[in-house]
């Protein structure tokens, strides 16, 4: 069984930059398509990024060139940079595991398709 466990979040002002690591145990992390998710209080959970097997990224477009997403297999580590952050960035944000290899890279974005996750990590940016 995979388990997944998040890092890095924290409070942050507004225009800072803040680095998240989902740390992959139990099974090779190359062997998985790593998606990171957000959560806000009474908000629906939202896509942020993915990163397939092969390496292909997806980005939601709310955070397209203000974050990067990362694999090292090596090490069992998954990274999300986020850079310029506001208030609306606030959140939980999980990173969630999937060993299918879709053909279509829609299915990414989708949290169904996940079916190990970490326990989040709270994202909080002040004005």
């Known amino acids: 069984q995979v388990q997944l466990a998040e890092s890095g979040g924290g409070l942050v002002q507004a225009g800072d930059s803040l680095s998240l690591a989902c740390e992959v145990s139990?099974?090779?992390?190359?062997?998985?398509?790593i998606g990171w998710f957000r959560q806000a209080p009474g908000k629906e959970r939202e896509f942020v990024a993915a990163?397939?097997?092969?390496?292909?990224?997806y980005y939601a477009n709310s955070l397209e060139g203000r974050s990067t997403i990362s694999r090292d297999n090596d090490k069992n580590l998954v990274f999300l940079q986020m850079r310029n952050l506001s208030p609306e960035d606030t959140a939980s944000y999980s990173c969630a595991a999937t060993p299918a290899q879709y053909t279509e890279g829609f299915w990414y974005y989708s949290y169904r398709r996940y079916g190990s996750w970490g326990q989040g990590t709270q994202v909080t940016v002040s004005s």
């Open positions: 990163i397939r097997q092969s390496g292909i990224k």
């Open positions: 139990g099974r090779s992390l190359s062997d998985y398509a």
